[in-house]
């Protein structure tokens, strides 16, 4: 069935044909914007590639690197004039090579462009996508508000998977920790989301709360990109939700392959080119299916605030991921158990605290200052317990020289 699937999508980009050629595209921007350090990223799904004698229409999508200012918005209707590029794969400090043209092309991306000209023809009057990233920057804006640096731009991380400006070198000490996951928005992120809005909406009849439940994790996933791993977690959650419903048992393992199986059929590519989807999945695995076996290692640990939970929970997890994270990055985090095991029982807390905190930096700056203390705290303590385990010169074992 993938086999067919990926026969079914298999295509000749039209416009590789114009590589290293100066052309005209029309099309629009979607999804939402990357905004790195230096430079903000468009995903451009081109409607019609305009020649000298000729206009070649076509729905594939190209990546145009541009400067901050002026600013454009999702669903915008652009004009872009520029040469086009391959995207080139690269390696990591380690030499291991990162597939970039199947990951780019996964996402029918098969080109690229920099620095291009760029002219807005149409701004549509209304934009859902658009709307909604507009609520997200908004709280990230007032969240830096009241938040100093990096502590803010670490929860807006945590709770909606930005790392704008979080920087390079601070990402790469979170990679060395092996604590990277709760800054892209793994599936992690997401379960703790989705029970945190059950229990919000447990007070309301069923049926009331299982539709707003399934409403809210939609838009949930819509503000922080709808990669493959958040619509994985979403079905999932979907699953639960109608299963409470329908009184039905929840067989976690089931609903974890009927999602997936899902994912894969509508772009089977993220079975071989996703990364953060195959990660999130084997953790997912080892967390439903590892975490009873190793506990019976490990009752020597308290299960006062979840200490025995989270350290079985942080085991099993890193146990599934650890031979596909070694082959993809050539290292191995010796001291991603013991950070994980450390930081991961204030995750919760921090998100809704942080959240609230945003909240009332809304309604007054002077309140939201307040409120932002407690969360700042303990953002503050996981940036010390980076810092701390990164300066270890064993924190990472290089499996290649």
Do not use: C
Not at 153 to 164: D, S, V
């Amino acid at each position: 069935m993938t086999l067919w699937r990926i026969n079914s999508l298999e295509h000749e980009p039209q416009i590789s044909y114009f590589i290293d050629q100066k052309i005209e595209i029309h099309g629009e921007i979607s999804g939402e914007i990357d905004i790195r350090a230096f430079n903000s990223r468009l995903k451009i799904k081109i409607s019609k590639i305009i020649l000298k004698d000729a206009v070649i229409k076509t729905d594939e999508n190209i990546l145009a690197v541009t400067n901050h200012f002026p600013e454009y918005k999702t669903g915008d209707k652009i004009k872009v004039t520029g040469k086009i590029q391959l995207p080139e794969n690269f390696k990591n400090e380690n030499g291991i090579e990162f597939d970039y043209i199947n990951y780019l092309a996964k996402d029918n991306v098969y080109s690229s462009t920099y620095y291009p000209k760029i002219e807005l023809i149409k701004r549509p009057y209304f934009n859902l996508n658009r709307s909604i990233f507009l609520i997200k920057n908004s709280f990230l804006e007032e969240v830096q508000k009241i938040m100093p640096s990096p502590e803010s731009e670490l929860l807006g991380g945590i709770l909606l998977g930005t790392k704008r400006s979080l920087g390079r070198d601070l990402e790469e000490k979170f990679r060395e920790v092996g604590l990277i996951h709760i800054v892209v928005l793994s599936g992690y992120n997401i379960t703790i989301i989705a029970e945190a809005i059950f229990r919000v909406l447990g007070f309301l009849p069923r049926i009331a709360s299982a539709s707003l439940g399934i409403f809210s994790v939609i838009i949930f996933s819509i503000m922080v990109g709808s990669g493959a791993t958040v619509i994985r977690s979403t079905i999932m959650t979907i699953l639960a939700l109608v299963s409470r419903l329908s009184n039905q048992n929840y067989n976690v393992n089931r609903a974890l392959f009927i999602s997936g199986s899902l994912r894969v059929f509508h772009n089977p590519e993220i079975l071989l080119h996703d990364p953060s989807f195959q990660l999130s999945f084997l953790a997912t695995i080892g967390l439903i299916n590892f975490s009873d076996f190793v506990k019976r290692f490990i009752k020597f640990l308290p299960k006062k605030f979840e200490i025995r939970e989270i350290t079985s929970a942080t085991l099993s997890t890193q146990i599934a991921v650890l031979p596909f994270l070694a082959k993809m990055t050539g290292e191995i985090s010796i001291v991603a158990p013991i950070v994980n095991i450390v930081t991961l029982q204030v995750i919760p807390v921090t998100m809704l605290l942080g959240f609230i905190a945003g909240l009332a930096s809304f309604l007054n700056q002077t309140l939201g200052l307040i409120f932002a203390y407690p969360p700042y705290l303990f953002l503050h303590y996981i940036l010390v317990i980076v810092e701390f385990f990164s300066k270890f010169s064993f924190a990472t074992f290089k499996l290649v020289s």
